[in-house]
């Protein structure tokens, strides 16, 4: 098992690669990349908005105020208004 | 040393596998590079109560420098991966040692939480990133085959590391106080990491030796050379253009937000219904115990049969498995779940270098290793805030779990749209002719 090749530097010529080439773009591997990006945001979204919107009640409620009058933070309205279920 | 190696060889019958190969060095050091890397980064939760106790910053703050250096570490990782291909592993992992050393000196005078964001979220981010990407496509190298034993026996150092690391630094913070702790685990950490990569070489040919399953008829593999950068900066090209180069990225992600809610959460949902602390934390201990057999099984299995398969399992009954939880009540529940789980479990992120020598062949791996760090390390980060988020929404743990469970899943799909495997999807690295010294 002992190599033949020393540690002198060698001078080699570059790969015969026949022309090998990929044409095909990778539309599988990274669509469903993205798709776990997007799907990872809109669950992110999802329980984002729900807490903003527990969080602007308990507060309204503390308050005595309705929902609507109460000052929220803009991180809250954000994700309350990007969610469509919030 | 070697002679009592070859006895065992003889004795045994290992001539295939021999234990006398310095390829055994190479993963025992990356072991230990990799219990040094990461162990910190398990202890994490050590460190909160002492922080808390001496500067008053609430552990959410503290929390944050956690997540800081999760990210950093998973945006630093296809960096690292690409410095261990142009420049060695090696180099590469005493850039990470300089750092570990800086972070831990800076962690231990930390006084003010922005520094402890610099310290601990920023330098040892880096840090960790330099020393745990390079050093497994470092490995990959020292075998032309049997990958899978290498890299299993590699994995099981992250169990172990974790497990003794926690033991140690709970006992100096005890004794010593948590500044003087990370001072000292700071200098023998670095003093252990600069020793054993004394011993490190980057590839087989690196130290006048031949990777470990070479076969007399073998051309040794273009390591080194006038055109080496210029060949691995084509064939990474070839690789961007799969769909398994992106799609592993997913699954590796994915996997990771699957197993990190768990981990993060098994404990505050022990507590919340009704174990008490020591109990809960056995659960964890239980997992990291058990996943043991599986992270040296998967990559072995995988390489006999099929990546893919090894993989779909371990994903699917990640997946499948922590519906038990939703139903753990008793002592008993949580660990039959630890047991059922963690066998899954260890064998979902062990396989990836093997699939990856599967699909690119000896093409070097840091680049392709790197980036699908990034996607662990992302879904690490986002796994760890999902318990405490869904917590503190709804008052339970059932919309964790079942967000766990989602990801791994759909994990264990995307694994099913990766290409067969059988087929190698980019040309042969170039092998140096032993004759003629030219590439074929």
Known sequence: MKSTVSNQVVEITPPNLDGFEIKRRPIMGFGLLMSSVFGTLAVLI???????????????LAAGIYEAQAENEWWEDGLVFACPLH | M?????????????EEHTISHYAWVIVAIAGVVQ?????????????????????????????????????VTALASPMAGYLGNRFGARRTMMAGTVLFFTGMMWTSQTQQIWELYGAYGI????????????VVPAVASWFRRHLGLGTGIMMVSWSLGP?????????LFENVGWSQAFIIVGVAGTGTLIFILFFFKNTPEDAGKVAYGTHETDNPLMTSG???????????????????????????FLGCVGHAVILVGIIPLGISKGLGPLTAAGVLTTISIVSVATRFGAPVLAERMSPKMVMFVSFFGQGVGVFLLLTANTTLDFYIFAVVWAIPYGGEGT?????????????????????????????????????????????????AIILSAVFSLAGSIAILLLENTKKQLIPNWPEIEKNLRTVK
């Open chain 2, 163 to 171: 497990a003794l690391v926690v033991q140690v630094l709970a006992v």
């Open chain 2, 2 to 14: 070697r002679n009592l190696a070859l006895w065992f060889d003889r004795r045994f019958g290992l």
């Open chain 2, 35 to 71: 219990m040094v890397g990461a162990a910190i980064r398990m202890a994490f939760g050590v460190l909160v109560d002492p922080l808390v106790e001496t500067f008053g910053w609430t552990p959410g703050s503290i929390g944050l420098a956690y997540a800081l250096m999760s990210i």
């Open chain 2, 351 to 399: 396989a990836f270098p093997v699939m990856i020598r599967k699909y690119f062949g000896h093409t070097p791996m840091g680049t392709t290793y790197g980036w699908q760090l990034l996607g662990a390390g992302l879904g690490m980060a986002l796994g760890g805030v999902i318990p405490g988020m869904v917590f503190d929404i709804t008052g339970t743990y059932t919309w």
């Open chain 2, 226 to 252: 006038n055109i080496f950068v210029s060949t691995q900066k084509e064939f990474q090209g070839f690789v961007y253009k799969t769909n398994a180069f992106w799609n592993l990225i997913n699954i590796h």
């Open chain 2, 123 to 134: 330098v040892f981010g880096v840090s960790q990133a330099f020393l745990l990407v390079p």
């Open chain 1, 46 to 60: 999802y329980f984002g908005a729900w807490a903003s919107s527990d969080r602007i009640e308990n507060r309204a």
